[in-house]
Nanobody
Framework: QVQLVESGGGLVQAGGSLTLSCAASGRTFTNYAMGWFRQAPGKEREFVAALNWSGHSTYYADSVKGRFTISRDNAKNTVYLQMNSLKPEDTAVYYC?????????????????WGQGTQVTVSS
């Protein structure tokens, strides 16, 4: 089992920045690809970003490319999502996910472990 705990969400004005963190525990962190997904009210959960076990391969949704940066610190068992130039449409609950995938998937059903989510609200 892998336990994931997100933090760092909050309320920010459009154009602002936030950094989300996801602390993992329970298994060897470097065995897992890590990802971020989000779900806005009335919408399905969607892929945001992911990276492989080493952090050398990263993947982004087109909607966040150039604004968001995913990274991991394997010494701290933590993955981060740096979000810049935030827009009101980025408002959602953001979820951290983990799985033993060699290549991270953009499909949420393929991820095994999930955090409880953290709310991000961007005001216009």
């Amino acid at each position: 089992q892998v336990q994931l705990v997100e933090s760092g969400g909050g309320l920010v004005q459009a154009g602002g920045s936030l950094t989300l963190s996801c602390a993992a525990s329970g298994r060897t962190f470097t065995n897992y690809a890590m990802g971020w997904f989000r779900q806005a009210p009335g919408k399905e959960r969607e892929f945001v970003a992911a990276l492989n076990w080493s952090g050398h391969s990263t993947y982004y949704a087109d909607s966040v490319k150039g604004r968001f940066t995913i990274s991991r610190d394997n010494a701290k068992n933590t993955v981060y999502l740096q979000m810049n130039s935030l827009k009101p449409e980025d408002t959602a609950v953001y979820y951290c996910a983990a799985d033993g995938l060699s290549i991270p998937s953009m499909v949420d059903e393929e991820w095994t472990y999930w955090g409880q989510g953290t709310q991000v609200t961007v005001s216009s």
